[in-house]
Structures are given as C-alpha cells and as structure tokens.
C-alpha cells in the first residue's frame, strides 16, 4: 500500500510529529497554506483535551480535510480520518503552515 508506514518505530516517529503539529495548531478557525494553496482550516477540542477535530477546505478549489483525533488511555491515540486515508491527514497536519494573521471566516 502507497504511504503505508512499514515498522512500528516508523509509526511511533510519525505519531509523535503528528501530534506535535496538531497540538501547535490553535482552536478556532484558522488560514494557512498547504502544498502552496490557500487553505480555511477550524479545530476544536473537547473540553477533557481526549478529542481534538479538524475540518479544513481549500480556499478557490474543492479539497477538504477531516478527521477526529481520540487521545486514549489505554492504548495510547486513535486518528479516525472522515471517508480519506489517514497518510492524506498525517501529510496535510505535518505540512500546514497556518498564517500569522488572526483569520476571520467570510459569512
């Protein structure tokens, strides 16, 4: 499978500098680039900091990105993408780069 990570060191580094660039995401509705593209992206967390959800769009074109991310104690985390892969959601957390400008979405 394309993009599929092949050990579980490999899965343990991608795990950790994704959740690293997801934490450094603020909440609310953020710009930022991606892939040298424009993009709307909002995040919300649950108030117990277990859930952390993401939808970003492309701003000018019709790609999205979507996903849930659980923070369980039991069995470390679980990132449920919503109907993409989970190697689109790893790529597009770790390459954002969010504006240094306060977004304000337009009605």
């Known amino acids: 499978m394309p993009g599929a990570l092949t050990s579980s060191k490999e899965a343990s580094a991608v795990s950790a500098s994704f959740e690293a660039a997801l934490a450094r995401l603020s909440d609310g509705y953020i710009h930022g680039n991606f892939g040298g593209r424009a993009w709307g992206v909002t995040v919300k967390r649950s108030e117990d900091g277990k859930r952390t959800w993401l939808y970003g ?3 000018g074109g019709t790609d999205i990105i979507s996903f849930n991310f659980y923070r369980l ?3 470390g985390s ?3 993408p919503c109907e993409m892969s989970s190697t689109k959601v790893i790529e597009f957390v770790l390459g954002f780069e969010p504006s240094t400008q306060k ?3 337009s009605s």
């Open 57 to 59: 769009e492309e701003l």
């Open 73 to 75: 104690a039991a069995s």
């Open 78 to 80: 679980l990132l449920k």
């Open 103 to 105: 977004a304000v979405p």
